[in-house]
């Protein structure tokens, strides 16, 4: 690319793998434990560390635009 230019900012959505971690009772069964992640999802952060799934990354233009025009968009996002 040569010349001027000017930024232009999108999304990026992509998948990552990684493993969480929880304590579960003792005399739980691997179903029992299954269950209770399933009812207790919220509580869990992001894994740590996680693998990029290899191309899974699509562009999301939703929210995109020039940079002035995405900042204007984030300051309208968070109150400002």
């Given at each position: 690319?040569?010349?001027?230019?000017?930024?232009?900012?999108?999304?990026?959505?992509?998948?990552?793998?990684?493993?969480?971690?929880?304590?579960?009772?003792?005399?739980?069964?691997?179903?029992?434990?299954?269950?209770?992640?399933?009812d207790h999802f919220d509580e869990y952060g992001l894994p740590e560390e996680s693998q990029y799934l290899t191309d899974s990354a699509e562009p999301d233009f939703e929210h995109s635009g020039f940079w002035e025009r995405r900042a204007n968009f984030v300051k309208q996002e968070i109150g400002e």
């Open positions: 690319m040569t010349g001027k230019t000017k930024k232009f900012t999108f999304g990026m959505a992509y998948q990552a793998y990684g493993y969480v971690t929880t304590n579960v009772p003792i005399d739980f069964t691997q179903e029992q434990a299954e269950q209770y992640v399933r």
